[in-house]
């Protein structure tokens, strides 16, 4: 029986453990009591929640206000500082390119006048036509030159027969000298030998003596004769020359570029035509080197305006005014690009000839002169062209935008930002203008920092905020053209 009951144990394990009494069921008064307890921690947790947020509230609002007003303090001293924006100064290149406009003109430029007076018979040429050295260009008919030349030969043949009657005249005055002088021998000797009175003798020798003065005054007369027909021969001369001239020829190769003649036209010696004529220039005086004032076109004659206008552009040459301060850099022989608008793919090479040595007191310029080849006479004379000088500077500029620039009451001014952010007024010596940029010579350090589009009313020494300008702001490596620029220009203080 004992090894039965072991045996259900084992097979039993939880036999041998003492049962569980069912639990006491809970009573109604006893879970409303619970409940009530419950509420009140929940109250009361929910009340210490409320007085802690209050006490929070209470404390961070006067904190929150304060840290409000402070920033709103230094929002407002912030915006009392100026925002500017600012560049850095860099220094031009020391090479670079100089461009200046001028007019092209022709190598030699001449006006064909009539040496002689007359009508026009007959032209030869007309504008645009192209003559060589000494090709006739016209004929004149001269009638009174050549009534003069009859007449100046006629005094001529005069003054010839002048002369062989004033040698007739002196061979007899040459023989009555030798009767007075033979006459005088004698009645010397007989006055000697008391024939002959003295007075006697002294009538013959008076008489000799004005023989001897009337062959004097014969060789006298010529001289005169001869005088006179040499002056009557280079009269002739003159005539003939006249007459030379009513073949108008070209001085020079080159290209006609005004006629100011036709057919039948009073021509005037040493001037032109005395009535308008339908092709050629409006006359003109004497043509300034580097005045523009190649004439190629069609207009009236005047007395002065000559016959034709003869061109030489096998060789052009512009005259350029060079600006003070690029003067040292402009050298004779030196190389130069030319360009015209008319050609935008080519350039066309120059060299400097020549300059005046001398500044224009009113400009401050340097008149140069450039010529250059055209042999396919491509370029033509009154054309507008640029010229491109290579130019280096010993020292180079300062290069700055024109809106970095101020212009007050005692000169150009720039605005630089010192290192303790304040406005600083500096005065400056323009350079170079290039529109858009400027060159400062004077006055500017690079690595300055500026201020650009200065604001109205910025004082000296006022602090500012600097910012960065932005990109789209003219490089100082990147001048403008000085004639076609649009870009902002430098501003006047007070405007």
Known sequence: MATNSEELKINHPGLDKPRREPAEQPTVEGTELRK??????????????VMIAGLLIAAILPRIDRQKKITAAAQAMQDL?????????????ASSELELPGNIEAIQLATVSAQTSGYLKRWYVDIGDRVKAGQLLAEIDTPEVDQELEQARSTLVQAHAGLGQAEATLRQAITNMDFARVSYERWKTLAEQHVVSDQDRDQTWAAYNASKASVDAMQANISVAKATIAANEANVRRFVNL????KVLAPFVGIITARNVEVGSLINAGGGTSASMTTGTTASGAITPGSGTTQTGTGAAAGSGGLFQIARIDTLRIFISVPQTFVNSIKAGQTTDITVKEFPDQKFTGNVIRTSNALDPASRTLLTEVQTSNPGYQLLPGMYATVTFGVALAEPPVRIPA??????ADGPQVVTVTEDQKAHYQKVVIGRDYGGTLDIISGLEPGSTLILNIPDGLQDGESVRVQPAQTNQPTNNQPQAPAASTGPKPKAEGS
């Open 36 to 49: 009530k307890h419950r509420f009140k921690r929940v109250l009361l947790a929910l009340t210490g929640l």
């Open 243 to 246: 007459q030379g001239f009513k």
């Open 403 to 408: 809106t970095a620039l101020v212009v007050r």
């Open 81 to 93: 500082v100026p925002a500017v924006n600012v560049i850095t100064a860099e220094q031009a290149p």
